[in-house]
């Protein structure tokens, strides 16, 4: 039995660190184990300008612990008023890595989200002639939608006409949580990737439903059925270079999930690299996890592959039941339970 695993220093490519006390409270469990991470622009109001990408960079670089090594990787949100002129000039000075598709209404901050595809043409064209990443919140806000199809219904309604207009356009399909997901991204070209979440690959929608209402399992895309959880187990430990990590760690306090409209989003941060390995273990492809950690992210975005390591080890892990963030309880993913693998310091 394997006891300790050391793999290249991983990156995250979906996370949300929120901003001010948030922001400090929550960046060095990521930036303890990653070295760089895609950082989400939906802040109140949204980071939409490239302006606005540099300030915020700025700002999680100022409250970063000096004894960590991390690089915030700042993406565009989309609007329909997006200027591609200013989105070009962002991705070629370097502040942009990616934009973000937010259909309006989708998902937390998604209020300024595009409410068209046809309304960013413009954009998504100029993003295909430059080679700029597209990560895409991939679900339907049509209220006559279920819940749950949602996803499946985007892919067949607008990323799959959209790819077929622009074959070039290079597409991150963030958090897929469905089989469907899985299998058109196989399909598609090399243009074509997913990011898959830890929850996700534990969970499926009887954890947010059975036994009551369970808030700190209610993310977006929700968890699905069981199917499709193993499908997502099936492709994330593939050795498939189109599937990546991406924990689309999104903290709220303990208060706003436990509301009468409880928050949207699961704050994995914390023990992500835990989580994630306890699948490959169960799967018995603990040899495939350095790829999906940390290889086929950074080669789909075109970046270096980073230099250090970061080790396992088959230790208890035992998950505190709350989190201080800099003075605001914050429940984690995995909350009372022992992990079996533990990231050496």
Same mark, same amino acid.
């Given at each position: 039995?394997?006891?300790?695993?050391?793999?290249?220093?991983?990156?995250?490519?979906?996370?949300?660190?929120?901003?001010?006390?948030?922001?400090?409270?929550?960046?060095?469990?990521?930036?303890?184990?990653?070295?760089?991470?895609?950082?989400? @622009?939906?802040?109140?109001? @949204?980071?939409?300008?490239?302006?606005?990408?540099?300030?915020?960079?700025?700002? +999680?670089?100022?409250?970063?612990?000096?004894?960590?090594?991390?690089? @915030?990787?700042?993406?565009?949100?989309?609007?329909?008023?997006?200027?591609?002129?200013?989105?070009?000039?962002?991705?070629?000075?370097?502040?942009?890595?990616?934009?973000?598709?937010?259909?309006?209404?989708?998902?937390?901050?998604?209020?300024?989200?595009?409410?068209?595809?046809?309304?960013?043409?413009?954009?998504?064209?100029?993003?295909?002639? +430059?080679?700029?990443?597209?990560?895409?919140?991939?679900?339907?806000?049509?209220?006559?939608?279920?819940?749950?199809?949602?996803?499946?219904?985007?892919?067949?309604?607008?990323?799959?006409?959209?790819?077929?207009?622009? @074959?070039?356009?290079?597409?991150?399909?963030?958090?897929?949580?469905?089989?469907?997901?899985?299998?058109?991204?196989?399909?598609?070209?090399?243009?074509?990737?997913?990011? +898959?979440?830890?929850?996700?690959?534990?969970?499926?929608?009887?954890?947010?439903?059975?036994?009551?209402?369970?808030?700190?399992?209610?993310?977006?895309?929700?968890?699905?059925?069981?199917?499709?959880?193993?499908?997502?187990?099936?492709?994330?430990?593939?050795?498939?270079?189109?599937? /990546?990590?991406?924990?689309?760690?999104?903290?709220?306090?303990?208060?706003?999930?436990?509301?009468?409209?409880?928050?949207?989003?699961?704050?994995?941060?914390?023990?992500?690299?835990?989580?994630?390995?306890?699948? /490959?273990?169960?799967?018995?492809?603990?040899?495939?996890?350095?790829?999906?950690?940390?290889?086929?992210?950074?080669?789909?975005?075109?970046?270096?592959?980073?230099?250090?390591?970061?080790?396992?080890?088959?230790?208890?892990?035992?998950?505190?039941?709350? +989190?201080?963030?800099?003075?605001?309880?914050?429940?984690?993913?995995?909350?009372?339970?022992?992990?079996?693998?533990?990231?050496?310091?």
């Amino acid at each position: 039995m394997t006891e300790a695993i050391t793999i290249r220093r991983p990156d995250d490519w979906h996370l949300h660190l929120r901003d001010e006390d948030m922001l400090r409270g929550v960046l060095p469990h990521t930036a303890r184990q990653f070295a760089r991470a895609i950082v989400m @622009p939906n802040l109140s109001p @949204p980071v939409t300008t490239a302006q606005a990408a540099a300030a915020y960079r700025q700002r +999680i670089l100022k409250v970063l612990p000096q004894d960590l090594d991390f690089a @915030p990787l700042m993406t565009c949100y989309l609007t329909d008023d997006t200027d591609p002129d200013d989105l070009a000039r962002g991705y070629a000075e370097g502040v942009f890595t990616a934009a973000k598709l937010y259909p309006a209404g989708a998902t937390t901050n998604s209020a300024n989200g595009v409410t068209a595809i046809a309304n960013i043409r413009r954009v998504l064209e100029r993003m295909q002639e +430059i080679g700029m990443v597209l990560c895409v919140h991939g679900e339907v806000t049509d209220p006559e939608i279920d819940i749950f199809d949602r996803e499946a219904v985007f892919i067949e309604r607008i990323l799959a006409p959209l790819l077929r207009e622009m @074959p070039g356009l290079r597409v991150v399909l963030e958090h897929a949580t469905t089989e469907q997901a899985v299998d058109y991204v196989l399909a598609s070209g090399e243009n074509v990737a997913a990011t +898959i979440t830890p929850q996700h690959l534990h969970i499926n929608r009887n954890a947010m439903l059975v036994g009551g209402m369970r808030p700190h399992a209610y993310c977006l895309p929700v968890p699905k059925r069981e199917k499709h959880r193993l499908a997502l187990r099936r492709a994330a430990t593939s050795g498939s270079e189109k599937f /990546f990590l991406g924990t689309d760690s999104a903290p709220h306090s303990q208060s706003a999930k436990e509301s009468g409209c409880g928050c949207a989003g699961i704050f994995n941060a914390p023990h992500a690299l835990e989580s994630y390995l306890t699948v /490959f273990d169960e799967e018995g492809a603990l040899d495939r996890f350095e790829a999906f950690a940390s290889e086929n992210g950074p080669r789909f975005y075109r970046l270096p592959l980073n230099e250090g390591t970061v080790t396992l080890e088959r230790a208890p892990t035992d998950v505190p039941e709350t +989190i201080d963030a800099a003075g605001t309880a914050v429940i984690p993913f995995h909350a009372g339970q022992r992990l079996g693998w533990r990231l050496r310091a």
